[in-house]
Nanobody, 115 residues
Framework: VQLVESGGDLVQPGGSLRLSCAAS????????MSWYHQAPGRGREWVAT????????TYVDSVKGRFTVSRDNAKNTLYLQMESLKPEDTAVYYC?????????WGQGTQVTVSS
């Protein structure tokens, strides 16, 4: 299993970013996918989850209305569209999947929101 995130950057408050996660080594279209983040000095926290077809998405309250999780099963890629970014969104963002009983994480991509 390999999960490779990309798209992180330094952005000003109010800006936007789109993160991507390229997945391989497991049946992507048969797997729920999630995003987590880890802010400086804090533990890893759940951000969003998307169902197999993308019909159902769930979000932590702090990002509802600002972030959108989506997937392209033909490309084995997960996305996180981030709008109206705030300094408190600064974190390393990770792609996550559970295959059977095993959990997998990507290496993370850094998002920094600062003026």
């Amino acid at each position: 299993v390999q999960l490779v995130e990309s798209g992180g950057d330094l952005v000003q408050p109010g800006g936007s970013l789109r993160l991507s996660c390229a997945a391989s080594g497991f049946p992507f279209r048969l797997s729920y996918m999630s995003w987590y983040h880890q802010a400086p000095g804090r533990g890893r926290e759940w951000v969003a989850t998307i169902s197999l077809t993308g019909a159902t998405t769930t979000y932590v309250d702090s990002v509802k209305g600002r972030f959108t999780v989506s997937r392209d099963n033909a490309k084995n890629t997960l996305y996180l569209q981030m709008e109206s970014l705030k300094p408190e969104d600064t974190a390393v963002y990770y792609c996550y999947v559970k295959v059977g009983a095993q959990e997998y994480w990507g290496q993370g991509t850094q998002v920094t929101v600062s003026s």
